[in-house]
């Protein structure tokens, strides 16, 4: 009886260890796209404030 009881245990161990890994991953997943997406509108909104080398280009060759 006990080593059913051992290999059930450890059956259940297994099949449980599925679930641990998308109650895990599922998160991490959501928290990554989410930082993602502010990350590239903060680039976006700091490209739009702070003018960047093609702007300098163009006054450089207005003054030529």
Same mark, same amino acid.
């Given at each position: 009886?006990?080593?059913?009881?051992?290999?059930?245990?450890?059956?259940?161990?297994?099949?449980?260890?599925?679930?641990?890994?998308?109650?895990? *991953?599922?998160?991490?997943?959501?928290?990554?796209? *989410?930082?993602?997406?502010?990350?590239?509108? *903060?680039?976006?909104?700091?490209?739009?404030?702070?003018?960047?080398?093609?702007?300098?280009?163009?006054?450089?060759?207005?003054?030529?």
């Amino acid at each position: 009886m006990k080593k059913l009881h051992f290999i059930v245990i450890i059956a259940s161990m297994f099949l449980l260890q599925a679930c641990v890994h998308k109650i895990v *991953t599922v998160p991490v997943k959501v928290a990554y796209k *989410t930082t993602k997406g502010v990350v590239k509108g *903060t680039v976006a909104v700091t490209k739009a404030i702070i003018p960047g080398d093609s702007s300098d280009k163009k006054d450089k060759d207005d003054q030529e």
